[in-house]
T-cell receptor
Framework: ETGVTQTPRHLVMGMTNKKSLKCEQH?????MYWYKQSAKKPLELMFV???????ENNSVPSRFSPECPNSSHLFLHLHTLQPEDSALYLC???????????FGPGTRLTVL | EDQVTQSPEALRLQEGESSSLNCSYT??????LFWYRQDPGKGPEFLFT???AGEEKEKERLKATLTKKESFLHITAPKPEDSATYLC???????????????FGKGTKLSVIP
């Protein structure tokens, strides 16, 4: 595997389910990001981890819970989501300098 | 609050018909302006970073330029494989945690017709 991978690629869940999104980067980077991309809206930064410590949390609802166990892996734990949370969730990574970010293919999430 | 506006929202070009995409921005401070390309079903792919007014960067048929208020992405003699959504983003000056906060525009969807 090369670059940034994300699993699953598609996820359909009910409002009462609990699920997790996984991201893995094979680039030797030490910063990882979660973004949300909704139709007709700009890309929104949700969380940033640098050297496995959370450094940015953009007022994201607590039903989204990130986890970064090491510099190569990032998770987004989901519980009791709302239909408006349906979107493409993108993971990215970079060196400590955030200027060049490498994105994964995203997870298309649908909340019923 | 930083703001980024991209225009047009969508652009259809004939193959070989050159044009430009616009990204205008309002920021309290600018570390850099970034261009990304996003294909359907994929994540954004980094293209360029511009750091100061007057700077230009080129890659194949693409050239990005920067002024104090806007950036242009010029596409010369485009081919169908250039069809994608082009995203522009700005980053604040380095200041610890806030440095990671890129503000993106909504993108321009480019279609190049053979």
């Amino acid at each position: 595997e090369t670059g940034v991978t994300q699993t699953p690629r598609h996820l359909v869940m009910g409002m009462t389910n609990k699920k997790s999104l996984k991201c893995e980067q094979h680039l030797g980077h030490n910063a990882m990001y979660w973004y949300k991309q909704s139709a007709k809206k700009p890309l929104e930064l949700m969380f940033v981890y640098s050297l496995e410590e959370r450094v940015e949390n953009n007022s994201v609802p607590s039903r989204f819970s990130p986890e970064c166990p090491n510099s190569s892996h990032l998770f987004l734990h989901l519980h009791t989501l709302q239909p408006e949370d349906s979107a493409l969730y993108l993971c990215a990574s970079s060196q400590e300098d955030p200027d060049t970010q490498y994105f994964g293919p995203g997870t298309r999430l649908t909340v019923l | 609050e930083d703001q980024v506006t991209q225009s047009p929202e969508a652009l259809r070009l004939q193959e070989g018909e050159s044009s430009s995409l616009n990204c205008s921005y309002t920021v309290s401070g600018l570390r850099g302006l970034f261009w990304y390309r996003q294909d359907p079903g994929k994540g954004p792919e980094f293209l360029f970073t511009l750091y100061s007014a007057g700077e230009e960067k080129e890659k194949e048929r693409l050239k990005a330029t920067l002024t104090k208020k806007e950036s242009f992405l010029h596409i010369t003699a485009p081919k169908p494989e250039d069809s994608a959504t082009y995203l522009c983003a700005v980053g604040p000056p380095y200041s610890g945690a806030g440095s990671y906060q890129l503000t993106f525009g909504k993108g321009t969807k480019l279609s190049v017709i053979p």
